[in-house]
């Protein structure tokens, strides 16, 4: 079974900084989708970036962007320039890019962490 | 804002009650989610469905009971309750279960309460 970890469970970043906000999995399949998904106090879970692990190319959406290390089984989310609206508890998620018998949908999350933004 | 709404948002309920959650998805999507969001863990699947049909049941109690009657609506039928099932309840969707369209989109949840 596939496990996802995020072993910081708070960070904090000064507005207009850089953080990098941490996550390893373990898997012993070689194609899978990593995720990095925001939720904000509005509790409305957003997407925030994807990465195929077939593609060398770490993901970027503007002022995000991923660290991903397929050997070390770690993905990393960097928010540069960092704003207040950015304040949220950031998820990582996998899933299995394997499909079984039947359609394998099921995103593993880590536990979350949440990050906080001072003026 | 992302074109999938969940009522109630805020739902307490005795252990003897009956109440349904309600998801509606705005975006056009063929496969639905219910998530099961508990304080320090991590989010649990719950069910999927993938054009009204049910894919997965993720050893969900049978107190929990999903029904889909089209590609845009999802309810959570919920009935004789334990205190732990207190949490934020959260509906997904996706343009399909599996493929290059399989990105989920969330709603903001019901945050449910058993006493």
């Known amino acids: 079974a596939q496990t996802v970890t995020q072993s910081q469970p708070e960070m904090s970043v000064q507005e207009a900084e850089t953080v990098t906000l941490s996550c390893t999995y373990d898997t012993s399949e070689s194609d899978y989708y990593l995720f990095w998904y925001k939720q904000p106090p509005s509790r409305q879970m957003i997407l925030v970036i994807r990465q195929e692990a077939y593609k060398q190319q770490n993901a970027t959406e503007n002022r995000f962007s991923v660290n991903f290390q397929k050997a070390a089984k770690s993905f990393s989310l960097k928010i540069s320039d960092s704003q207040l609206g950015d304040a949220a508890m950031y998820f990582c998620a996998y899933r299995s890019a394997v499909l079984p018998t039947g359609a394998n949908s099921k995103l593993t999350f880590g536990k979350g962490i949440t990050l906080s933004v001072r003026p | 804002e992302t074109g999938v709404t969940q009522t109630p948002r805020h739902l307490v309920m005795g252990m003897t009650n009956k109440k349904s959650l309600k998801c509606e998805q705005h975006?056009?999507?063929?496969?639905m989610y219910w998530y099961k969001q508990s304080a320090k863990k991590p989010l649990e699947l719950m069910f999927v469905y993938n054009f009204k049909e049910q894919t997965e049941n993720n050893s969900v109690p049978s107190r929990f009971s999903p029904e889909c009657p089209n590609s845009s609506h999802l309810f959570l039928h919920l009935h004789t309750l334990q205190p732990e099932d207190s949490a934020l309840y959260l509906c997904?969707?996706?343009?399909?279960?599996?493929?290059?369209?399989?990105?989920?989109?969330f709603g903001p949840g019901t945050r449910l309460t058993v006493l």
């Open positions: 997904a969707s996706s343009q399909e279960v599996w493929g290059s369209t399989d990105t989920q989109y």
């Open positions: 975006l056009g999507h063929n496969a």
